[in-house]
């Protein structure tokens, strides 16, 4: 019954280091997002693809980047890890690509990355 | 573009007690509204959704929703609050992005704390 799977709960990294967080979805869904999540600023999205091998810019993708080589697997890529990177990460995906879709997200569980 | 505002970060009842968590939306075309509940150290479950048609809308956990156009509000209610109840509350808005995709907006979120 799970549908979108990120792949660590708990990540701790140290300053500097690349950070992979990886998320799959058996749900043949052509979208994916990229959100972290602080308190009380709610969601942001940071990346999202709508398609294999597509990406595209949310509102803060500084430091971040993406990779979608398969439909069911998104990537979010931290460069180079700094403090203001801790949060907690939260991968979705949905289908469709109709303008103002009423499809809602699927959630992951989330990973909460502390960087130190 | 659409915007969502949560009216209270943190929301105390009774159990019993009448829940009401206020959402209001910012939106030039009509929306797709959704509300997600997030329980601790998981990801958001989506609770209910307006797309179309009848504007009182009926979720999972006994939790509804009204949508009131004249308004721009999308309230969310429960006639009697359970403990099970405690978690933090999203509301969203579905946005329209340039070739025709979407994603949602979502709103800071809401804690919702319920107490014997």
């Known amino acids: 019954d799970v549908k979108v799977t990120q792949s660590s709960r708990y990540l701790v990294k140290r300053t500097g280091e690349k950070v992979f967080l990886e998320c799959v979805q058996d749900m043949d869904h052509e979208n994916m997002f990229w959100y972290r999540q602080d308190p009380g600023l709610g969601l942001r999205l940071i990346y999202f693809?709508?398609?294999?091998?597509?990406?595209e810019k949310g509102d803060i993708p500084e430091g971040y980047s993406v990779s979608r080589e398969k439909k069911e697997r998104f990537s979010l890529i931290l460069e180079s890890a700094s403090t203001n990177q801790t949060s907690m990460y939260l991968c979705a995906s949905s289908p469709g690509t109709e303008p103002h879709s009423n499809y809602g997200y699927t959630f992951g569980s989330g990973t909460r990355l502390t960087v130190v | 573009a659409q915007s969502v505002t949560q009216l209270g970060s943190h929301v105390s009842v009774s159990e019993g007690a009448l829940v009401l968590l206020r959402c209001n939306y910012s939106s030039s075309v009509p929306p797709y509204l959704f509300w997600y509940v997030q329980y601790p150290n998981q990801g958001l479950q989506l609770l209910l959704k307006?797309?179309?048609?009848?504007?009182l809308v009926k979720g999972i956990n006994g939790f509804e929703a009204e949508f009131k156009k004249s308004e721009t509000s999308f309230h969310l209610t429960k006639p009697s609050a359970h403990m099970s109840d405690a978690a933090e509350y999203f509301c969203a808005v579905s946005d329209s992005l340039s070739g025709g995709y979407n994603k949602l907006i979502f709103g800071a979120g809401t804690r919702l704390a319920v107490h014997p």
């Open positions: 693809s709508y398609d294999v091998k597509m990406k």
């Open positions: 307006y797309t179309t048609g009848a504007t």
